[in-house]
Structures are given as structure tokens and as C-alpha cells.
């Protein structure tokens, strides 16, 4: 192995420290040290387990699209994957230090660490002259102790390996001196030792050496080669030092301004003079005027103006044409006169371009100043603003002090009447005839939140068709705020309001961009038929305005509830028996079939109709309150059993309906006799809402309900007397059954059903008892005929039966 690789690994495996300062991970290694060499184990270094990395997808990032370092996924090892150059990293030699900064990067989960390395020089460049051939022309009058400077050389290394010296061959005529600079570069200049003489050495042939200061030290050398020139002893003369010259502005391009003459007591071209402007000349003075080398004529060049320079200054050198030139200077003055050629001036010296619409009246929106760069009447200047005669502005200007003026607010601005304001400023000098100029300023009202958010209207009333999707947009609620940006920019939300403990918001929801309300669920006209809540539109400046509206939701009913038979009443699918003498009369009510639905309006109006009739001639349908009554006496030609279907159908669209079957039977002779009656449970559906009728026929009933509860009250306060039995006759005949309409005894969880067939039942002359359950799911309705209430005498009867009346409401 090579011994300086062998020092550059040394010195990786000794310098290759880490530390951890601020969550970076430095590490300093020389530069151009092999391929492979390993620096560190990254892995230790940052904690993590070596054998993760690779399924932990770790990489290091690029550096100038290079790849200089990798990391060893099975070992967590980070070596040297491309050689380093750290003056190709590094170029600028401001600092010596070379940093390179990378991200190792976990991505499972993701983490990411900074690494710092530390590119250390070492002193793999020799110092070059940037030419290996320095010519230098001395004329032989040069004294000793004069110096010349000569190109320096450069090292693209840094600190010690840097330029250190510069050593010079030997001479007796020229020597160097080294000097630093503010930056440490070294610098050398040649000196001259002794006088030279062209006629015993015209060429001095030197070699300079560059040496830095590495180990081992590189150096570098060009060669100077030193021309000795012949003396030229005589310098051109001009007749004066100074020349002074009067010059009126304006004047033409070309004018001859004077004619310089320099001589020169040397002979041939010794003696030939050319003249040039010296570097004591300006940049501007050389523009305004030309200067001709071989006659030495001065002329204008350019417009010369007073009011811009008022005097030049001319240096010119005449300059003989010698190997070894001599040269002479003078100076010349020329000196500008004036004439009335500026027009006035408009200066804005400081300008609000925004201007917020509160601000007060004398608010001061820009510091004007007028100039005239003539004298006199001529820079005498008037400002005024000058606009339209028919536009009124509400500014004005104020004369704070010589040549400045305030331009002012005199007026409230309101940036909703006027966003922004062209102001022209006029200003004219007193001079014949007088010069103006115009200055046109704008000026833009910033919005201030002044404006409250506005509804086209105060209340919006919303139809909604109960059943709807959830989610369905009901309105668009949009409010005009006319301010701007986020003065304008509205929120809406629903001002919280809550109905039997749910929360508006639960109901409705308002897209807080847009004001586009949406249903949240599903409605049900039979539980809620309205809504009544406020929606505020708030708009975002500081502090923030708002305004409510208030949103009105009718909901509409449609019919989706099918009609309900609640009297007679029977078990799902089973069919109403009814018993009645084959000697009833024409016209005699056989049963009365009761429909409720939780409809509302036309879509709870109920008909009804027969489905199925055995006997179209026995029976007639009343179709709006269901009694159902012969139309003629029965004869022996007809059947003791008739069935009939009855339809109970809504007035909606499209209608619903539900239907009953009823069997009847006809008997020649109905006894009575009053048996125990017996209570079966039957699970109902149950109603949640009572429909516009009922609530009337509840309260007409109200009056029947107390008489029959004091009825009651008086048959338990009596003693039970025998029975008797009831007489016979056509019209004293009663059904075998407890009730016509009640089959054997019902399971009722509903007040609006049982005061539906209480009224039913008290209107055919019968006693109606409701009896709790003791689980309180319910209770159990019974009916008798009010005739067996009053003469049963049974103990065990009227135990059940003031038992039975105790549980009225």
C-alpha cells in the first residue's frame, strides 16, 4: 500500500468521531481517500438496529448528483462510495473549512437524521502562475529601489498546504518582496537592486519558485523576463497649467471649444505628442466633450445643460510617442452659462397608495415638493389639483413649508361608494410664456369590515314532503356582505336550538361556505309538522359582523299510512264473528266498523266500502262512519251465515286501504247469559299520534266519559242481587259475545285507542272496563252490555267488575 494511503486510513479510522449536537452527526475525514473505506457505523451512531435498516428502507440523499457516501444495510457501516475532492466541493477559499451535508433517510417508519462530514485538505495541488512567461519593459533610467508588480501564483489547497513563499534566482540587479494580503494570499512584487544599463544587459532572464507549505511541500515556477528600454529624457510642455473657458448651454454638438498645443525639445518620435484625457478626467465630463489626440481640438460632444453641471474639468496629458514615453499635464475649466430652459417639477416624496375608508378627516396621504431648476420668476412655482370641473374631490393640499405640500383627507370615504381616487397634480412657473407639468397619483381605499352580512329577506319559508332523503338541499341562503376579502367572506351556521332534547343542528345542516341548507334525516309529518330556528351568516373581519335569518320549515304531509281498523277489532288475520236475531228489523245496526289513520287532512279521510257481500240486498254500508245495518227483515230463503269484506280506504293519492272480514251469523232466539269475561292479552301496535278527528270526537265524549265513570262508581257501592234472566223478545235479543265490536277482551298500550273504542262502545248502550297490566305495558279493554252490568249478581262477577271500573281513568 501506498504509505500516504496508509496515513489517509490511519487518519480516518483516528479522526472518524461523532458527536451529537443539535440532532447532527459530524464526522471529519480527508479527502480523496479510497473507495470502500469505511468512516463509521451509522447505525450505532443514531441508535438504531443495524439489522432493520434494510427492511426499514434507509438511504442517504445525493450531493450534486453524486452519491459520495453509502451505508452498508446488513452492518449499518457508512463508507466511501465515489472519491472526494474537496476542491471540487469546496472552491471558494473564504473559509478552510469543507462541510458535506446529507439526510439519512428511514422510511418504515419515516425518521430522518443530519450528517455533517468534514472534508479535510490535504496537499494534493502544487501552486501554478497563471502565465509561466512574465514580460516586464524597465527603462534603463529606473532607479533602485523601484518595484514592478508580477502575476502571483495560486493553490487551490487551503491553510498550511497554501502558497507559504516565493523564492527568486539569483541576481545581482533585481531582488522580490513578498506581502500578504487582508486575506492571507501571498503576493510578490519585483524590486530593482541597481541601476541598469541597456548597452552592457538589454534582457534579464529570472526564475520565480512558488513553494506551499505541505508536507511534502509542491511548488511551481515561471520564468520573467525583464526588457531594458531606452531613456527618453525630454517630457512635453504645455504654454499654461491652467485654461479657463466661457460655454453658453445648448450650444451645439460640435462647437469648437480651443486648441490645446504641447511641445517636446526631443527629436523623431521622441518629440511626437499625442494628447488624452488623464484618469483625473470624469466619466460624465469625457461624455459631454471630445478631445482629438493628434491636434488636441476640444469640442462638444453632447447637450450640455446648467442645470445639471454649472462647470468642468478637463485633465489632459500630452504624451510623447517614445519606447519610454514622458508625459506633460494641464488643466482646463469650463464654466456653463445659464438660460431658462427647465420646466416645474413634481416630486411625491412619500405617497399612501391604500388608505383605509375609517380613517379621519386631515389623515395626511402624501408629502409633495415643486422645483424649478431656473432663477427667478421662472422657478417660481404654483401646485394645485387639477381634475374634472364637475368631479369633487375630497382632498385638498396644505403648504407645510417652502416648496412642500400635505395632501390631506376633507371628507369621510367610504370605499363601498368610491373604491379608489385619480388625483392629478398641476403645477406652472411664472415665467412668459409659463411652463407646467401634470402628476398623476391613485390612490385605493382599503376595506374596513363596516358592512354587516344581509339576507334578501327575513324569513324563508321552506316546503318539505315528509319522507324525504336524507341529505336533500332544501335552500340556498345567501347573504351579500358588499365589504371585501375576508371582511366578506361569510360563515354560515344554524343558531342552536334544541326540540324535545335534540339539537338543530342533529336536523338540519348549513354548508358554512355557500349557505346551502340540507336535511340531515328523514321527516315524518305525524311526529313534527314544523320548524322554526335562525341562521346566522358571520362574515370574517376583526371584529367580525353578523346578521340572522330566520328559516321557517313546513312539512308537508303525504300518505303513507294505510288506514288502521280498530273496530270491530280482531287478531291479525282473523275473522269477526257477530251474532244477530233473524228477527231484527230493517234498518237494525248489525256493527260498526271504525278506521283510523294517522294521516292528516285529505289523506286521513276514510270511506268505506264493501269488498265482498254474500247478500247485496241484506246489507247497507254507511261509507263515511262504517255502520253496517240491514236493509230488509231476513226470510227463511236466506243463509244463517253471511260473510262480508269491508274496505276501509284514505282519501289520499295514491289511497290506501285496509280491509275486514266479517262472518254473521243469524239465531232464532238469543239468551244472555253473563259469563266472567275473559282478558287475553293480545299485543297491538301502538299510536303515537291522534289524528284531527279524534281530538274532536275526544272531546265530545269527554261529558259521556264522566257519567259513565260515576255509573260505575254507584254499581260497586251496591250489594249484588240475583241474577235474572233477560227478556226474551225481537228486540231484547243481544249478541252471545261480550261486545259486537270487542272480540272477547283487548290488549290496548294507546289512550287515543281507548278512548276511540270507549266511544264506540257507550254509543251501543254498553260498559266499557280497562283493566292495567301490572308490567305496565298496556291494559286490557273489556265491554258488556250495560243491561247484564245492572242485574248480574254473581260474586264473582261483581268482584271482576268492580275490580274492572277501579281502573278507569
Known amino acids: 500500500m501506498d504509505p500516504w494511503r496508509g496515513r489517509q486510513l490511519s487518519f480516518v479510522v ?38 432493520s435498516l434494510l427492511e426499514r428502507k434507509v438511504k442517504l440523499d445525493y450531493i450534486h448528483s453524486k452519491k459520495y457516501l453509502e451505508i452498508n444495510k446488513d452492518t449499518g457501516e457508512l463508507y466511501i462510495a465515489e472519491k472526494i475532492d474537496r476542491e471540487y466541493l469546496c472552491p471558494a477559499k473564504a473559509s478552510s473549512f469543507c462541510f458535506l451535508k446529507m439526510d439519512v433517510i428511514i422510511e418504515n417508519p419515516i425518521r430522518i437524521f443530519n450528517i455533517e462530514l468534514e472534508i479535510m485538505d490535504i496537499n494534493d495541488n502544487a501552486p501554478q502562475f497563471r502565465r509561466e512567461r512574465i514580460s516586464l519593459d524597465v527603462s534603463e533610467s529606473a532607479t533602485p529601489g523601484e518595484r514592478f508588480s508580477i502575476t502571483n501564483a495560486v493553490d487551490a489547497d487551503v491553510g498550511e498546504n ?99 498645443n504641447a511641445t517636446d525639445l526631443d527629436e523623431g518620435v521622441n518629440a511626437e505628442v499625442i494628447y488624452s484625457f488623464t ?3 470624469s466619466e460624465e465630463t469625457q461624455e459631454k466633450f471630445s478631445l482629438d489626440p493628434s491636434s488636441g481640438e476640444i469640442r462638444v460632444k453632447d447637450m450640455i445643460d446648467f ?23 494641464c488643466k482646463i475649466l469650463v464654466f456653463i452659462t445659464d438660460l431658462n430652459d427647465n420646466h416645474p417639477e413634481i416630486t411625491i416624496k412619500s405617497f399612501q397608495c391604500l388608505i383605509k375608508e375609517n380613517d379621519p378627516v386631515g389623515t395626511v396621504i402624501a408629502v409633495i415638493s415643486v422645483s424649478d431648476r431656473d432663477s427667478g420668476d421662472n422657478g417660481k412655482v404654483v401646485l394645485s389639483i387639477h381634475n374634472a370641473p364637475s368631479t369633487i374631490l375630497p382632498f385638498a393640499l396644505n403648504k407645510s413649508s417652502e416648496d412642500f405640500f400635505e395632501l390631506t383627507v376633507t371628507e369621510s370615504l367610504d370605499r363601498e361608494v368610491k373604491n379608489s381616487y385619480e388625483i392629478t397634480l398641476h403645477v406652472t412657473d411664472r415665467g412668459t410664456p409659463p411652463l407646467t407639468d401634470n402628476e398623476t397619483i391613485i390612490l385605493t381605499i382599503q376595506d374596513i369590515n363596516d358592512n354587516a352580512p344581509s339576507f334578501p329577506q327575513s324569513l324563508y319559508t321552506i316546503h318539505l314532503m315528509e319522507n324525504n332523503e336524507p341529505g336533500m338541499l332544501l335552500a340556498s341562503l345567501t347573504a351579500h356582505d358588499p365589504d371585501l376579502n375576508e371582511n366578506q367572506y361569510l360563515v354560515y351556521v344554524i343558531i342552536e336550538k334544541e326540540i324535545a332534547n335534540t339539537s338543530m343542528s342533529m336536523l338540519f345542516s348549513i354548508n358554512p361556505e355557500n349557505g346551502n341548507l340540507y336535511a340531515l334525516c328523514t321527516f315524518d309529518y305525524e311526529r313534527e309538522k314544523e320548524f322554526l330556528f335562525h341562521i346566522e351568516a358571520r362574515d370574517s373581519g376583526l371584529p367580525p359582523l353578523s346578521s340572522n335569518v ?17 273496530s270491530p277489532w280482531r287478531p291479525q288475520g282473523a275473522v269477526i264473528e257477530e251474532v244477530i236475531p233473524r228477527s231484527s228489523d230493517k234498518g237494525s245496526l248489525v256493527t260498526k266498523v271504525i278506521a283510523l289513520d294517522a294521516d292528516s287532512m285529505q289523506n286521513s279521510r276514510i270511506t268505506y266500502q264493501f269488498l265482498q257481500i254474500t247478500d247485496t240486498t241484506l246489507f247497507s254500508l254507511d261509507q263515511y262512519n262504517g255502520e253496517i ?16 269484506v269491508i274496505i276501509a280506504r284514505d282519501n289520499g293519492d295514491p289511497p290506501r286501504s285496509a280491509t275486514v272480514t266479517i262472518k254473521i251469523s243469524t239465531v232464532e232466539q238469543v239468551v244472555t247469559q253473563f259469563t266472567e269475561t275473559t282478558e287475553v292479552p293480545i299485543e297491538y301496535d301502538l299510536f303515537t299520534d291522534l289524528n284531527l278527528y279524534l281530538l274532536i ?32 223478545g225481537r228486540n231484547s235479543i243481544i249478541s252471545q259475545r261480550n261486545s259486537s265490536t270487542i272480540a272477547d277482551s283487548t290488549l290496548i298500550s294507546s289512550d287515543a285507542y281507548w278512548y276511540s273504542l270507549f266511544l264506540a262502545e257507550t254509543r251501543k248502550g254498553k260498559v266499557v272496563v280497562r283493566q292495567p297490566l301490572p308490567n305496565g305495558a298496556g291494559f286490557i279493554v273489556s265491554s258488556i252490555p250495560g243491561s247484564a252490568a245492572l242485574t248480574e249478581t254473581s260474586a264473582s262477577r261483581s268482584s271482576t267488575l268492580q275490580e274492572s271500573s277501579s281502573d278507569l281513568p
Request: net charge negative; aromatic share 6%.
Open 162 to 260: 497554501s502558497i507559504e513563499t516565493y523564492y527568486l534566482s539569483d541576481s545581482d540587479t533585481f531582488t522580490i518582496e513578498i506581502q500578504s494580503g487582508s486575506d492571507g494570499t501571498k503576493y510578490v512584487d519585483l524590486v530593482l537592486k541597481a541601476s541598469l544599463d541597456r548597452e552592457k544587459q538589454a534582457v534579464h532572464t529570472l526564475t520565480l519558485t512558488a513553494v506551499d507549505g505541505g508536507v511534502p511541500a509542491r511548488s511551481g515556477t515561471a520564468s520573467i523576463i525583464v526588457q531594458v528600454l531606452d531613456t527618453n529624457d525630454n517630457a512635453p510642455q504645455f504654454d499654461r497649467q491652467v485654461y479657463s473657458v466661457d460655454l453658453i448651454e445648448n450650444a451645439p454638438i460640435g462647437t469648437l471649444i480651443m486648441q490645446l
Open 629 to 644: 245495518r240491514t236493509t230488509r227483515m231476513f226470510s227463511y230463503r236466506d243463509p244463517r251465515h253471511q260473510h262480508l
Open 279 to 281: 484618469l483625473y478626467t
Open 307 to 329: 442645470e445639471e453641471v454649472k462647470s468642468f474639468e478637463m485633465y489632459v496629458e500630452a504624451k510623447d510617442k517614445a519606447v519610454n514615453p514622458l508625459s506633460g499635464q
Open 697 to 728: 270526537g275526544l272531546g265530545s265524549v269527554l261529558f259521556l266519559l264522566l257519567i259513565t265513570i260515576l255509573v260505575i262508581i254507584v254499581l260497586k257501592c251496591q250489594e249484588p242481587e240475583p241474577s235474572q234472566a233477560a227478556p226474551q
Open 550 to 566: 330566520t328559516v321557517h320549515i313546513i312539512i308537508l304531509d303525504q300518505n303513507d299510512n294505510t288506514p288502521l281498523i280498530v
Open 14 to 51: 483516528l479522526s472518524a468521531l461523532w458527536i451529537l449536537a443539535s440532532a447532527v452527526t459530524r464526522y471529519s475525514i480527508p479527502e480523496e481517500i479510497p473507495v470502500g473505506t469505511v468512516i463509521a457505523n451509522i447505525a450505532t451512531d443514531l441508535g438504531l438496529d443495524a439489522h
